[in-house]
């Protein structure tokens, strides 16, 4: 297993993640627009991630197992030692400790190459499984966010979490 910086090597095999686990992610999470499934659309999306890491402002890196994406994470809004960390991970790969990894892995980065204090996570109350991922990394409830979206005709909430990160002495 390895994680490694997104680039458009990543092209086809981010397609097949993203297409392979489309349902089982809008069960979860807001749904991407349509026209983000095609080689074009990811193609775009990854030129955009690029952008944004090149300016510094975000990290997007996925995870890999025998030549597949089974997760990705990202970091995202870094600005004064502060910023967002989301992931996403396979369903076929659920409850296998990826999510673990990806955050781990996100974390390090988080601290070493971005020299972050603090991190922040949102979670739909529909994902109980990520807030336990990332109460277990240390990360604490900061507020809830009530009818936050209405996802597959279901109104949620939203959890809002955050980790402190000290430096190692």
């Known amino acids: 297993m390895k994680f490694e910086i997104l680039t458009t090597h990543h092209l086809k095999p981010l397609l ?3 297409l392979e686990n489309k349902a ?4 979860l999470i807001e749904p991407r627009a349509n026209d983000f499934y ?3 659309g990811v193609r775009e999306h990854i030129a955009e991630q690029i952008n944004h890491m090149n300016l510094g402002t975000a990290y997007c890196g996925v995870l890999i197992q025998d030549n597949v994406i089974v997760a990705r994470g990202n970091l995202k809004g870094i600005v004064d030692n502060k910023a967002s960390v ?3 991970v396979s369903k076929q790969f659920t ?3 990826f999510a673990s990894a990806c955050l781990t892995e996100l974390i390090k980065i988080a601290q070493h190459k971005f020299a972050i204090k603090m991190l922040y996570a949102q979670v739909l109350d529909n994902n109980p499984a990520s807030q336990h991922v990332l109460e277990k990394q240390g990360f604490k409830v900061i507020g ?3 009818n936050f979206i209405t996802l597959n005709n279901q109104q949620l909430a939203c959890s809002e979490l955050s980790l402190k990160i000290v430096a190692n002495e």
């Open 24 to 27: 089982w992610f809008e069960s």
């Open 144 to 146: 809830n966010k009530p």
């Open 95 to 97: 409850s296998q400790g």
């Open 38 to 40: 095609s080689e074009q």
């Open 16 to 18: 097949d993640f993203e």
């Open 86 to 88: 989301g992931y996403r």
